[in-house]
C-alpha cells in the first residue's frame, strides 16, 4: 500500500518538528548544565561549613546563624519557585538573580565558617574555666603532691589547647575534649594553696629566678621539712649584677 504525499508531507513534518524540539532540548539541557557547574563547588563549601555548624549545634556549642545566611536562603526559594514554574536557564539567569545567588551562597559560606571558627574557640573557655599553668605555677607551693598534680595538668592542659587549633573533625572529638576539661577541673582541685606567707615570699621568689637567703626563714624552713620538700631547693651562687 502506497502512502499518500500528503501523508508522507505530514510525517516528515512531525519528524522535523521532534527534531527541533529535541535540538532545543540538548541547547537547554546545555545551558542548565553550565549553571550547574557555577554553583556545585559553592554550594559544597557552604554545605560544609554548614554540617560543621550543625556538629556543634548537636553537641550544645550555640553557633549564631549570620544574616548573609538567611539572605543566600531566600533568594535561592526566589529562584526554585520562577524555575519550577517554568524550567528554563533563562529563567534562572533573569536580571541579576543568578549572580547575586553566587555571590550570596559564597558570603554566606564565609560567614559561617567564620561563626564557627569564633564558636569553637569561644567554647574553649566555657567548657574550663581554670587558670594557665603558668599562672598556676606561680600561686602553689611545690610540694610533691603540688608538683605531681601540677604535671598532670600541665600535660592535660597542653593537649586540651591543642584540640582547638583546628575544628573537631566529630562528636567525638567534642567529648573528648569535655573529658579533658573534667580531667583539669578535677586535677586542679588537688592544688594545695595555702600557706604561710614567708613560704609564699620564698617560693614566689624561687619561682622568679632566686630567693635571697634572708627569705628563707625558720618558717620557711619548717614547712620545707613538714612537706618533705627540703631536698627540691640548692643554694646557688648569683652573678655579679645580681641575678641568678
Same mark, same amino acid.
Given at each position: 500500500? %502506497? =502512502?499518500?504525499? *500528503?501523508?508522507? #508531507?505530514?510525517?516528515?513534518?512531525?519528524?522535523?518538528?521532534?527534531?527541533?524540539?529535541?535540538?532545543?532540548?540538548?541547547?537547554? #539541557?546545555?545551558?542548565?548544565?553550565?549553571?550547574? $557547574?557555577?554553583?556545585?563547588?559553592?554550594?559544597?563549601?557552604?554545605?560544609?561549613?554548614?554540617?560543621?555548624?550543625?556538629?556543634?549545634? !548537636?553537641?550544645?556549642?550555640?553557633?549564631?546563624?549570620?544574616?548573609?545566611?538567611?539572605?543566600?536562603?531566600?533568594?535561592?526559594?526566589?529562584?526554585?519557585?520562577?524555575?519550577?514554574?517554568? +524550567?528554563?536557564?533563562?529563567?534562572?539567569?533573569?536580571?541579576?538573580?543568578?549572580?547575586?545567588?553566587?555571590?550570596?551562597?559564597?558570603?554566606?559560606? /564565609?560567614?559561617?565558617?567564620?561563626?564557627?571558627?569564633?564558636?569553637?574557640?569561644?567554647?574553649?573557655?566555657?567548657?574550663?574555666?581554670?587558670?594557665?599553668?603558668?599562672? &598556676?605555677?606561680?600561686?602553689?607551693?611545690?610540694? *610533691?603532691?603540688?608538683?605531681? @598534680?601540677?604535671?598532670?595538668?600541665?600535660?592535660?592542659?597542653? /593537649?586540651?589547647?591543642?584540640?582547638?587549633? %583546628?575544628?573537631?573533625?566529630?562528636?567525638?572529638? =567534642?567529648?573528648?575534649?569535655?573529658?579533658?576539661?573534667?580531667?583539669?577541673?578535677? $586535677?586542679?582541685?588537688?592544688?594545695?594553696?595555702? &600557706?604561710?606567707?614567708?613560704?609564699?615570699?620564698?617560693?614566689? @621568689?624561687?619561682?622568679?629566678?632566686?630567693? +635571697?637567703?634572708?627569705?628563707?626563714?625558720?618558717? &620557711?624552713?619548717?614547712?620545707?621539712?613538714?612537706?618533705? @620538700?627540703? !631536698?627540691?631547693?640548692?643554694? &646557688?651562687?648569683?652573678?655579679?649584677?645580681?641575678?641568678?
Amino acid at each position: 500500500m %502506497k =502512502i499518500s504525499l *500528503p501523508a508522507r #508531507t505530514k510525517a516528515l513534518r512531525e519528524r522535523l518538528v521532534a527534531l527541533d524540539l529535541l535540538g532545543a532540548n540538548v541547547k537547554e #539541557t546545555g545551558l542548565l548544565e553550565d549553571l550547574r $557547574t557555577d554553583l556545585a563547588p559553592l554550594a559544597a563549601e557552604l554545605s560544609r561549613a554548614l554540617d560543621q555548624r550543625a556538629l556543634l549545634l !548537636g553537641s550544645g556549642i550555640e553557633t549564631p546563624e549570620p544574616p548573609s545566611l538567611r539572605t543566600a536562603r531566600k533568594r535561592a526559594a526566589t529562584l526554585l519557585n520562577r524555575f519550577s514554574a517554568e +524550567r528554563k536557564a533563562a529563567v534562572l539567569k533573569e536580571r541579576t538573580g543568578w549572580a547575586s545567588l553566587l555571590k550570596e551562597i559564597k558570603a554566606a559560606s /564565609t560567614d559561617v565558617s567564620a561563626a564557627v571558627v569564633e564558636a569553637w574557640k569561644g567554647y574553649r573557655h566555657t567548657v574550663f574555666t581554670g587558670e594557665l599553668p603558668t599562672l &598556676v605555677k606561680g600561686r602553689i607551693a611545690f610540694t *610533691p603532691t603540688n608538683d605531681a @598534680a601540677f604535671k598532670t595538668y600541665e600535660q592535660l592542659h597542653q /593537649t586540651f589547647r591543642g584540640e582547638f587549633d %583546628k575544628l573537631p573533625a566529630d562528636a567525638a572529638a =567534642i567529648e573528648r575534649v569535655k573529658a579533658l576539661a573534667a580531667r583539669l577541673t578535677a $586535677t586542679a582541685k588537688e592544688f594545695d594553696f595555702d &600557706v604561710p606567707v614567708d613560704v609564699k615570699r620564698f617560693l614566689e @621568689a624561687i619561682q622568679s629566678g632566686g630567693a +635571697r637567703l634572708d627569705l628563707l626563714t625558720e618558717a &620557711v624552713l619548717e614547712w620545707l621539712n613538714e612537706n618533705k @620538700a627540703f !631536698g627540691n631547693y640548692r643554694i &646557688v651562687p648569683g652573678s655579679a649584677d645580681g641575678s641568678r
